[in-house]
């Protein structure tokens, strides 16, 4: 094996997974050939596919290479740069930076492949939905692939509310629908040009990432996604898929079980306490306007039962079971609201995701409607500057629809009962409740505290997936390859791309009116 690792990355930390090579390894082994999609711009998402690529390589594997985010029929939720602004301007795209520095790196030009079916058209011919609303949509299969599910995942504009009275523009579902046959139908025809047998995706639930996963999966091929890591490494990469979430615990208990325990307590309580003390980076989002050690004023009660809800947009889409989850998150709320009206003394605070503020209006005003309707006895909505985690402290009871809030609160050491899918259940920090019987049993005996149950949460969250060893990241948070540097076109490059592809989307909601 080649050795080109790029040391210069200071501040090298133990990460999940000792080496990449070690884990790509049974996958390049007898003569394994690796194929790697791209269908978006981000720099975190290039940089994974551009380590695993120059990692297959040294490991002796065939490697194909597809950087497709500029040919598909519809412009992924990732894409930024049109190639041939890109080119006019003399600045080009973070996909091409990724190419040249790979080729620089020792990969043939050859592996570079461009989508192998010219003159393509979807086969056999699929007929629209007869209304465009989501329970419609969702139905909508291409082969045994659930299209109409992924087309859900990213809505048409800012506005466009999960209710399913709402419909949806017919151009935009359909030219999204043609842009998942076209991903589909292309991999497929790629892995069997190239007998790949291992595909590596970007692990998004969006359109373009699911159509080609379904491919892989329609002729057996092994599917492995990248994705972000921790705060402290630098990528993920993973066969288990978005929202797999009983994959991900597995990975946390097995991480925490091999990891000293001095190490795991420091870095998993790391975690939780700069989230309670704002200081992640990025958690503005979810924490909005908040006040940090903000409580408001909170009614007096012996049993206070805080509920923390989840984004609706964000857990519409499972392909789970939702009978044994309350059904929805609005009727687990009125179920709970109506247990803790006949427990004596017990006063119900619900504190909708802050998240929320940002989402589309209509979601926003029927999750109130819900909320009003099961009359609780305090409602602290998204613009509040209420601090989540100071109320944690105040409440006797936390229950969430699968919110992060409850595997946050059991930390603290607060009893939480978790109604609705979650990335924690398994871990013994949560009880889940499935029914009526068992919600009222758990509130009015809540579960033993199990603080010490969360801390491989937090220490995934710290650790995830590797880190970076051929790539070097540079001050600028871009990164770097065989001397080549890897990052997005210039701001104006962007600007005029996306000009070009909001005049485009305009054409396709022309005429597009909701019920």
């Known amino acids: ?73 519809m412009r992924d939720t990732g894409w930024t740069t049109d190639r041939r602004i890109a ?46 609303v989501r329970s419609e949509i969702r139905k909508w299969n291409y082969f045994e ?32 629908a043609k842009s998942f046959m076209w991903v589909f139908d292309q991999t497929v025809q790629l892995i069997q040009d190239r007998a ?46 978005t929202h797999d979430w009983g994959h991900l615990q597995v990975r946390m208990k097995t991480m925490a079980e091999s990891w000293q325990k001095d190490t795991v307590l420091e870095l998993g309580t790391r975690w939780f306490l700069n989230r309670q003390a704002h200081a992640e980076a990025g958690i503005e989002l979810f924490i909005g306007l908040q006040e940090h050690g903000n409580t408001g004023h909170l009614p007096e009660s012996e049993k206070l039962v805080v509920f923390y809800s989840s984004s609706g947009d964000e857990i519409a889409e499972l392909d789970l079971n939702w009978d044994q989850f309350f059904n929805s998150q609005e009727n687990a709320l009125q179920t709970l609201a109506s247990i803790c009206k006949q427990s004596p003394n017990t006063k119900l605070i619900v504190r909708t995701h802050p998240h929320m503020r940002l989402k589309p209006k209509r979601d926003l005003s029927d999750w109130v409607n819900t909320v009003n309707f099961a009359n609780v006895d305090l409602h602290i909505g998204p613009e509040s500057t209420v601090d989540s985690y100071e109320l944690m402290r105040k409440a006797d009871v936390v229950v969430t629809y699968g919110s992060t809030s409850g595997v946050e609160a059991a930390f603290i050491g607060k009893p939480v009962i978790v109604m609705g899918p979650s990335a924690y259940n398994k871990l013994g ?24 149950a969360a801390l491989p949460y937090g220490l995934m969250m710290q650790r995830r997936g590797f880190n970076y060893e051929r790539l070097g990241i540079t001050a600028q948070r871009t990164s770097r390859l065989a ?33």
């Open 87 to 132: 080119k006019v301007l003399g600045s080009p795209g973070i996909d091409s930076a990724a190419m040249s520095a790979l080729v620089d790196y020792g990969i043939p030009k050859t592996s570079f492949v461009r989508p192998p079916v010219r003159n393509w058209k979807p086969q056999p011919t699929v007929a629209s939905p007869i209304r465009m």
């Open 483 to 515: 001397g080549v540097e890897i990052k997005p076109a210039s701001e104006l490059v962007r600007k005029l791309s996306h000009a070009l592809a909001a005049h485009g989307t305009r054409k396709l909601l022309e005429n597009y009116n909701r019920v």
């Open 1 to 73: 094996m080649t050795n080109k690792r790029a040391n210069a990355n200071s501040g090298i930390v133990q990460a999940e997974f000792q080496s990449l090579d070690l884990y790509l390894g049974p996958f390049t082994s007898d003569n394994g050939s690796i194929a790697l999609l791209s269908f978006n711009h981000w720099q975190f998402a290039i940089d994974a596919l551009t380590e695993t690529a120059a990692t297959a390589h040294d490991l002796g594997a065939t490697v194909t290479i597809g950087l497709w985010a500029d040919n598909l029929p």
């Open 145 to 176: 692939a659930q299209m109409g599910r992924s087309i859900l995942q990213v809505h048409p504009d800012s506005d466009t509310p999960i209710r399913d009275d709402t419909l949806w523009p017919q151009k935009w579902v359909e030219q999204s």
């Open 429 to 452: 920090c949560a009880l889940e409740v499935f029914n009526v019987d068992q919600l009222r049993t758990a509130i009015e005996n809540p579960p033993t505290p199990n603080s010490a």
């Open 196 to 241: 790949i047998t291992a595909l590596v995706l970007y692990n998004g639930r969006f359109t373009h990432d699911q159509a080609a996963a379904a491919a892989a999966k329609s002729l057996g091929v092994t599917v492995l996604y990248y994705d972000a890591g921790g705060l402290d490494t630098g990528f993920d990469l993973t066969t288990g898929s």
